[in-house]
């Protein structure tokens, strides 16, 4: 099965996530949604398609590095080619840092950014000159809070991994953007997933600077 353009997002929920291939959907791409919830997944698969968008499911766990790496070959051989992968896995586990278990830290962390470059890793073999990828950041880690303290760690290390991402793969045109969204994600709000997705497929367009800003009005 072939298409002229994929697009892989990782953490592929009923919120950012399937509000982003709705809207990059509209535009042609061809959508392949990854998440551990092989339910919802098949719901988002039938909006989709009922939007006209080809869409296809693929189960991965981001707490798994071979699980992500697995499902990014699968959608390669499905389709041949990745022309853009988001990244919208994370954890939200609330509580200060003096109650936080190392172990919950490591486990959120794995989920927040270490799989997002084992993804990354993955996906690159796979993409050529022109390519893109997008991870979904949060002002949470620019911004710490106490009572997010495993949520702030691991957006911040999202946030730096994205940095980094961005300077070393420019030399080879593959476009490295993070959104780093000031507030919290909400229906019927002016931080709706759809107006997010907007902003997500702005930053696709334009392929300049890797720190976007989704603000208040």
């Known amino acids: 099965m072939m298409s002229d353009k994929v697009m892989v997002i990782i953490g592929a929920g009923p919120g950012i996530g399937l509000s982003t291939a709705k809207r990059f959907g509209k535009e042609g791409y061809t959508i392949a949604l990854v998440a551990r919830d092989e339910d919802r997944l ?18 991965a766990n981001a ?31 609330q509580g200060p840092p003096t109650e936080l278990d190392p172990a919950d830290l490591l486990n959120d962390l794995q ?10 890793q993955a996906v690159l073999p796979f993409m050529e000159e022109g ?22 760690v691991g957006k911040a290390a999202m946030r730096i991994l ?3 991402l961005h300077q070393e793969l420019k030399s080879k045109d593959i476009y490295v953007g993070t959104l780093t969204i000031n507030g919290f994600v909400k229906p019927d709000t002016h931080f709706s997933p759809d107006n997010i997705a907007e ?8 392929r300049d600077g890797v720190e976007w800003t989704f603000d208040r009005k």
């Open 162 to 164: 994205a940095m980094t």
């Open 63 to 93: 707490s798994s590095n071979e699980s992500l790496k697995a499902a990014i070959k699968y959608v390669h051989d499905l389709y041949g080619r990745i022309d853009i992968l988001m990244y919208n896995a994370y954890t939200f586990r």
């Open 111 to 120: 989920v927040d950014a270490v799989g997002a470059l084992a993804s990354v």
């Open 199 to 206: 902003k997500m497929y702005e930053m696709a367009v334009a």
């Open 42 to 59: 098949l719901e988002a698969v039938d909006e989709l398609e009922e939007l006209d968008i080809e869409a296809e499911s693929f189960y």
């Open 131 to 152: 390519c893109t990828i997008l991870l979904t950041g949060g002002v949470l880690g620019v911004k710490p809070m106490k009572n997010f303290a495993s949520v702030s």
